[in-house]
């Protein structure tokens, strides 16, 4: 009997010792706290611990619930910027930290379907399948173990194929004010470039260039092998940076599946001038004609995220667009763009005034990685294209007031002879695809072999 009754003493203790482990492991139960002050979309809140990125729940006195995000603390205070609208908001509500809150939900499912900031459909067509989950600020890989960019990629598009090849895993800028067919550019390179996966991430821009880029730039077959994630100008700045780090989120996803992806952006700009927001709205400091210092910080670490795997074959080749407002490329945000991207194209006004579609800037473009994945003599062809189209602009001004006389220059009567090829090479029709090898070819036959000059000596 004392037998028996001594070893169920030993299996309660360790129950009970058990039990007290399991319960010690236990988080601590979140601590709710007040909302003090608003100013703005600033939210200021006393009392609750949290870190900067989790969520938090504010819960008004009429059960309002809103979302929000701590961006910032003082002291005892946190500063936390909404997720949505904020109507109907009053002093002393409660605020219930929800920690853990970092990831999304990633999968094969988002295929077809557009999404905004958090990840929630748009399109009408009900929930989306998808239960893998990833963080929203992904996880850095180490540079020594990306693989090198070494194949080119075919984006469809003729002057980029030929002139400014790109490779997969290459990050570029698309540098262009407003008005001047870079979202029609896009398009193109949407339906067009020979990806297993396209995300387009629509930061910041008209809600009715949402639907536009949709059904007629993207149209119907682009968006069947496509995700978009559209955060619009009138979504709060903190759902703006929330859409870019999605869409970069689900690039990597299938990155990682060992999918060919291209990331679309549209734009970057946006998401700096979201992220200018939230720093001056904090406190932060401007630095650099307004901008505080965390624009420069987060844009590197968006871009950064694009490019290739590691091991498994996946990549993504990214086109960040960035709006050179006032067509001043010295823009702070053009500037720091220019410095981490792996290459730029430059849309100009002026050619698109003159109704050459698209409108690159060939003498002002260039990539970074061409002279790696393309043939000697590709490269030799291109370099005398952009030589005789830089002559001819040189001299257009002498050569349209007919003050250039032939003969002056042997080097500026080839771009003269030449420039019909030139820019007939350069236009393309929004519908129409050309293919890699066939935009080297054609850059062949635009520029024959010059004949050889004839010596003066008897």
């Excluded at 409660?94 to 999404?115: F, K, N």
């Excluded at 400014?164 to 990050?171: I, K, N, P, S």
């Excluded at 006004?349 to 050459?356: K, S, V």
Aim: with cysteine; aromatic share 4%.
């Amino acid at each position: 009997m004392n037998t028996a009754l001594a070893a169920a003493s030993q299996r309660w203790v360790t129950a009970l010792t058990s039990g007290g482990e399991r319960v010690t492991a236990l988080p601590p139960p979140p601590v709710a706290g007040r909302l003090t002050r608003m100013i703005g979309l600033t939210l200021e809140a006393t009392g609750c611990q949290a870190a900067v990125g989790d969520r938090c729940e504010i819960v008004t006195t009429d059960d309002m619930h809103i979302n929000a995000e701590v961006v910032g603390f003082a002291g005892e205070n946190i500063f936390l910027m909404p997720t949505g609208d904020i109507h109907g908001l009053k002093p002393g509500a409660r605020v219930l930290p929800r920690p853990g809150t970092g990831t999304v939900a990633v999968g094969p499912g988002l295929l077809g379907r557009v999404v905004d900031g958090a990840g929630e459909p748009l399109d009408g067509r009900g929930p989306i399948a998808v239960a893998a989950r990833v963080r929203l600020a992904g996880t850095p890989i180490n540079p020594l173990a990306r693989r090198r960019i070494s194949e080119p990629l075919d984006v469809g598009v003729r002057a980029i194929n030929g002139l400014l090849t790109v490779g997969r895993g290459q990050r570029l800028g698309l540098f262009a004010g407003s008005g001047v067919g870079k979202s029609v550019l896009l398009g193109m390179m949407a339906r067009y470039t020979q990806a297993d996966v396209i995300v387009v991430g629509l930061i910041g821009e008209r809600g009715r260039e949402v639907k536009e880029f949709i059904e007629k730039i993207l149209g119907p077959d682009g968006l069947a092998r496509a995700v978009v994630v559209a955060t619009p100008a009138d979504h709060p700045p903190l759902m703006r940076l929330h859409g870019a780090w999605l869409a970069t989120s689900i690039a990597e996803y299938f990155r990682d599946q060992g999918a060919s992806v291209l990331l679309i952006m549209d734009s970057l700009t946006r998401f700096a001038q979201a992220q200018r927001e939230i720093g001056l709205a904090i406190g932060e400091a401007p630095a650099t004609k307004g901008y505080p210092p965390s624009v420069f910080a987060r844009l590197p670490q968006l871009v950064e995220r694009a490019g290739n795997g590691v091991n498994n074959g996946g990549s993504i080749t990214a086109f960040y667009t960035v709006l050179v407002e006032g067509d001043d490329h010295n823009d702070p945000i053009a500037d720091a763009a220019r410095a981490i991207l792996d290459g730029h194209i430059v849309l100009s006004r002026r050619i698109a005034d003159g109704g050459r579609y698209p409108a690159i800037d060939v003498e002002a473009s260039v990539s970074r990685v061409m002279h790696d994945i393309a043939a000697p003599a590709h490269i030799e062809q291109a370099r005398r294209f952009r030589q005789r189209s830089a002559l001819y602009e040189h001299n257009r001004d002498l050569i349209t007031i007919g003050a250039y006389q032939r003969g002056s220059d042997p080097r500026v009567d080839e771009a003269i002879t030449s420039w019909p090829q030139i820019e007939a090479y350069l236009r393309q029709d929004m519908r129409e695809s050309v293919r890699l090898a066939d935009s080297v070819t054609q850059l062949q036959q635009a520029l024959p072999e010059a004949a050889p000059a004839r010596s003066n000596n008897p």
